[in-house]
């Protein structure tokens, strides 16, 4: 019986942080690292099959998935540079450590610049941005030859260091979790752990 008074008495009701804090992150950076890699994964997705099938369907959705992504990007940017970043699980190498939240903040803040840098070159290239049910983002300036060139240059470029640092960060979780067996995956999941 008193083990299980113990056992009730020891429960500690679940408290949502708002804010990340050295010792973990907050529901809300945890619930945006998910909806964002949902995005981009979706966004991913959706333009490998547009190569295999070419649908203005898929356009669209890459559109609806993009402007979902700005916003919350900006914000998560934000937090990201205002908080303070957990500190790591275990010991790990103090190069890997500044190596993985140099990538973390690159991603972040590729995350505002990419869908600014698509809106600016379908923009000047007179393109509309098409949305699910006859929706169109308004374009950002008129119609500009030079301009659209150099915009969809600059996206490719930060697309391609985009990808390189999205595989960077993806080995160091799978790493983490894998390799070092520690509890990283974990803490992004919502699970406290101990460091």
Same mark, same amino acid.
């Given at each position: ?12 009701? +679940? ?17 945006? %690292?998910?909806? +964002?890699?949902? =995005?981009? !994964?979706? +966004? ?6 547009? #190569? ?8 669209? @959705?890459?559109? !609806?998935?993009?402007? !979902?992504? @700005?916003?919350? /990007?900006?914000?998560? @940017? ?7 970043? *957990?500190? *790591? ?24 610049? #990419?869908? +600014?840098?698509?809106? =600016?070159?379908?923009? /000047? ?12 983002? *308004?374009? #950002?300036?008129? *119609? %500009?030859?030079?301009?659209? %060139?150099?915009? /969809?240059? =600059? ?6 260091? @985009? ?13 983490? %979790? ?5 509890? /990283? =995956?974990?803490?992004? #999941? ?6």
């Amino acid at each position: 019986m008193s083990h299980v008074q113990q056992d009730v008495t020891s429960a500690q009701p +679940i408290r949502f942080k708002f804010k990340d804090n050295g010792l973990g992150f907050s529901a809300i950076t945890i619930a945006l %690292h998910w909806m +964002i890699a949902l =995005l981009v !994964l979706s +966004i991913i997705a959706s333009k490998i099959v547009g #190569l295999v099938e070419p649908a203005s369907e898929s356009a669209r @959705f890459v559109n !609806l998935c993009g402007t !979902l992504l @700005f916003p919350l /990007s900006v914000y998560r @940017f934000w937090a990201r540079i205002t908080s303070w970043h *957990p500190l *790591p699980v275990g010991t790990p190498n103090p190069v890997e450590v500044i190596a993985s939240r140099s990538v973390a903040v690159a991603l972040a803040l590729a995350m505002v610049l #990419l869908p +600014i840098a698509a809106w =600016l070159g379908k923009s /000047s290239a007179g393109v509309p941005i098409e949305l699910p049910g006859g929706f169109t983002v *308004p374009p #950002l300036m008129s *119609p %500009h030859a030079a301009a659209a %060139h150099i915009f /969809s240059v =600059l996206f490719d470029i930060g697309a391609g260091a @985009f990808m390189c640092g999205l595989v960077l960060h993806m080995f160091g979780a799978f790493k983490n %979790h894998f390799v070092l067996k520690n509890d /990283s =995956l974990k803490r992004m #999941l919502g699970k406290h752990v101990e460091l």
